[in-house]
């Protein structure tokens, strides 16, 4: 049984690393600010992303996820609220406006980390696709004969573990271009393609 198991848990593994390097509105937004910020800051984007994750996972554990699903009125309002917060959220930044997204316009003040992770939060917890994931995906590698708790906290700790370090060498790679990004000359340039992302991630989650 622990061999089948762990079959299923590297198998799982595998499937959760490459939907999540799958260019997707979590990446897009880990890349946007990467761009602008450098990779630390995309490093508060990753930790709200995962924090998302691990609340859905929870709630799957729980069937509450199912219960979100079974109503149409409610998913789509979810999807609905997430597209929109996004798609503002990118706009703000293509047109100059002080968003998270913003450098030129901040006068050096220094964006508060919580805000960024609760943009990533929000992200992810609305975007009811990430749930209809896990209720879709998760049930195929559970034992029903064995603790459920258990195994969703080793499911959990499959995806999120190789999930981070993904979103983290996205964030890694997009900061290269931070150190010329922040200089004057080029920050309006940097808020249009960052903004740019993260309202392509606001569209993805509504029509995807």
């Not at 800051?41 to 199912?66: D, E, H, P, R």
């Not at 913003?102 to 992810?124: N, W």
């Amino acid at each position: 049984m622990i061999a089948m198991n762990l079959e299923s848990w590297v198998l799982f593994t595998a499937t959760e690393a490459a939907l999540s390097l799958s260019p997707g509105p979590a990446v897009m937004m880990v890349v946007a600010y990467g761009i602008a910020r450098g990779w630390r800051t995309s490093l508060f984007v990753t930790l709200g992303i995962l924090t998302g994750n691990a609340i859905y996972f929870a709630v799957s554990a729980t069937g509450i996820g199912s219960l979100i699903l079974a109503s149409p009125k409610v998913f789509l309002a979810i999807k609905y609220m997430g597209a929109t917060y996004l798609v503002y959220l990118g706009l703000s930044a293509i047109f100059g406006k002080p968003s998270p997204l913003t450098i030129s316009k901040l006068d050096g003040v220094a964006l508060s980390g919580r805000k960024i992770f609760s943009s990533a939060l929000m992200l992810q917890l609305m975007n009811p696709k990430t749930l209809l994931m896990f209720v879709a995906i998760l049930p195929q590698f559970i034992d029903p004969k064995e603790p459920i708790g258990l195994q969703m906290l080793i499911l959990a700790a499959c995806s999120i573990i190789p999930e981070f370090f993904i979103l983290l060498g996205y964030g890694m790679l997009a900061s290269k271009a931070s150190h010329w990004a922040t200089q004057e000359r080029y920050a309006v340039i940097t808020e249009r393609v960052a903004g740019t992302l993260v309202t392509g991630a606001g569209i993805m989650v509504a029509l995807v």
